[in-house]
């Protein structure tokens, strides 16, 4: 009897262990890609990427789509996204067959300075409530990239998120845990609970929820435009709850924002092109941290092996050095991206590397200087067009503060002004542009397009492109894969444990890493934890312009999908 128990049971392990085993692919992948023709689109929400879907084949551009997608996110995930908050994005224009980027981040308010928070006795623009409010360049945002690249009008557009605002939707899984998790620091801030709380709760994971002051306000821009959010009524709103509350931001900065097509810089990794954004994003950090691995034989190495993550942690803690002291508003600043992102300055960084050993700390590069949770998106359409774009109210539900009667939080954005040093490239000063922590991504091969991409949460997102890039060419993953495959995310700076100091910061790794790997980065010195949730999202789309095919990803850490027709 024990023989057949034990063979019983040992063949169920062996049937457990089959059924874990992919046909194709690395096991970690969850799935295969998604492949199509004429359209793809890939979010962080089911019913964002049918909005997009149905907009494209509706005849609307891949623009059109992006619009459509970004404005039912605002509703269906407005802890990470909303019209409260800012917008960047990389466009390939199929009929240039050019990048153009975009930045649509806001401003601070013009009547607020250092001085205030220096009478205060602040050492830090406050987390919460009014103080941390820049001006939401979300709205302006759509309607410049609709006005080069759009096709539909605003209203077809818009419908979809307005008839889900109104009619509701069910939430779901990981958006509910996000909100229910997150709520109870801002639940007593003015506006909050009456529009994410209609329960006196977060609505939970399939419940129906609907915003109808959201609606009217997307059915209002929809209707007259960009002006009616920062010229009319909600503009005018706006500036009467910020005074009322303690704010700064006036109708005036609201009339008097603006956004910018701006060029993207590269580098070239081993033949490929990576395209960001230069600062005030943190896009450049992603380059730096490139041009540093380049020096290695990162394929020898193999995905996950301790050699590779040691690498790639000290290249971060470089990058991440510069980040600090350089990245800011360059309309403020003369900042030195080319010198930055040069393979000359690489070299001198890589130098510092030792690979037996991690660093307690860095410095920031010494060049001479001549006198900011998110919500990511990307669509193709049958042209060839490409939008890579992410959009953010920063913190998750932000500042907390949502403007009377209109259905969306403020952005919280302002909290990454430096208020202690005068001097420093990002201090706080009026009409200045924040640093940011979002940022799109793309790819090229020889001039033409290969993969638009990107992932939301804060300082993960250089670290995450880079560990894409690196799947994707170094490890041969495809693009599912490069999304699903465990990822690390280095943190902070040497703190004390126990008797002895750590050596610089914390290395959090994500389930799946082998332990022996483990074990070696610990001899090198690196304080190792581990932690749910804080990885990033990924959406990608790649296209094969031989076949004319695009294929599609959109990882398992959150509730996206990726679809095509």
């Known amino acids: 009897m024990k023989k057949l128990v034990f063979t019983l049971l040992s063949l169920s392990i062996c049937i457990m262990a089959l059924a874990q085993d992919r046909l194709t692919g690395k096991t970690f ?8 023709r004429n359209g793809m689109a890939a979010t962080s929400q089911p019913l964002a990427t049918q909005a997009a879907l149905d907009i494209l084949r509706k005849g609307g551009s891949a623009m059109d789509a992006a619009i ?25 224009d199929a009929k240039e067959q050019k990048l153009f980027g975009f930045n649509g981040s806001g401003r601070s308010p013009r009547s607020l300075t250092r ?34 690249y759009g096709k539909l009008k605003m209203e077809e557009i818009l419908k979809p998120a ?20 997150n709520y109870q620091t801002r639940k007593d801030l003015p506006g909050f609970k009456e529009t994410y709380m209609p329960n006196g709760h977060t609505p939970r994971k399939g419940e129906i929820f609907k915003n109808s002051d ?31 509350h303690g704010g700064f931001i006036t109708y005036e900065d609201m009339a008097s924002h603006t956004s910018n097509w701006i060029e993207p810089v590269s580098t070239n990794y081993r033949g490929y092109d990576v395209w960001e954004l230069p600062p005030n994003g943190q ?115 932000a500042s907390g503060m949502v403007p009377d009667g209109l259905g969306f939080v403020l952005q919280n954005r302002g909290q990454m002004f430096n208020v202690q ?10 009409g200045k542009r924040p640093f940011h922590t979002i940022i799109p991504a793309f790819i090229t091969k020889d001039g033409k397009p290969w993969v638009s991409f990107g992932l939301m949460g804060g300082s993960i997102q250089p670290q995450g492109h880079a560990q894409i890039v690196v799947n994707l060419i170094d490890f041969d993953m495809g693009l599912q894969e490069a999304g699903d495959a465990p990822r690390m995310r280095h943190r902070g700076s040497s703190q004390p444990t126990g008797s ?66």
């Not at 001085?115 to 409530?129: E, I, N, R, T």
């Not at 040093?421 to 009026?430: A, G, I, L």
């Open 68 to 92: 459509a997608a970004n404005a039912v996110l605002g509703l269906v995930e407005p802890a990470s996204c909303g019209i409260g908050g800012d917008i960047f994005a990389i466009v390939w």
């Open 283 to 397: 896009g450049i950090a992603a380059l730096q941290i490139l041009n540093i691995l380049e020096g290695y034989d990162i394929t020898s190495m193999g995905f996950g092996s301790a050699e590779y993550l040691h690498v790639l942690t000290e290249a971060k803690k470089l990058a991440f050095e510069d980040r600090a002291k350089f990245y800011a508003d360059p309309e403020f600043n003369k900042l030195p991206v080319e010198q930055l992102i040069s393979k000359k300055y690489a070299e001198e960084r890589r130098a510092l590397i030792d690979l037996e050993r991690a660093a307690r700390r860095y410095p920031a590069g010494d060049i001479e200087i001549e006198a900011g949770n998110t919500t990511y998106l990307t669509v193709a359409d049958k042209d060839g067009n490409m939008v890579s774009l992410i959009q953010s109210i920063y913190a998750e539900f």
């Open 162 to 181: 307005i008839e889900y605002a109104r009619e509701g939707f069910p939430v779901s899984e990981v958006i509910a845990y996000e909100m229910a998790t």
């Open 115 to 148: 001085d205030y928070f220096v009478k205060k006795d602040m050492d830090y623009v406050p987390y919460l409530g009014p103080l941390s409010v820049s001006v939401p360049g979300c709205v302006d945002g759509w309607f410049v990239m609709h006005e080069k």
């Open 421 to 430: 040093d005068p001097d420093h490239f990002n201090s706080f000063e009026p």
């Open 29 to 36: 992948a969850t799935r295969s890609e998604i492949l199509a």
């Open 500 to 565: 002895r100091m750590t050596s610089g910061g914390t290395l959090n790794l994500e389930s799946g890493f082998d332990y022996e790997a483990i074990r070696e980065l610990r001899k090198k010195g690196h304080n190792i934890s581990f932690a749910v949730g804080i990885y990033g999202g990924y959406q990608a789309i790649m296209v094969d312009l031989v076949n004319g095919v695009y294929s599609g990803a959109s990882e398992s850490r959150k509730d996206g999908q990726a679809a095509g027709y």
């Open 214 to 244: 959201l609606g009217n306000t997307y059915e209002k821009i929809a209707k007259e435009g960009r002006d009616a959010f920062y010229k009319g009524d909600i503009a005018r709103t706006i500036d009467a709850y910020m005074k009322k």
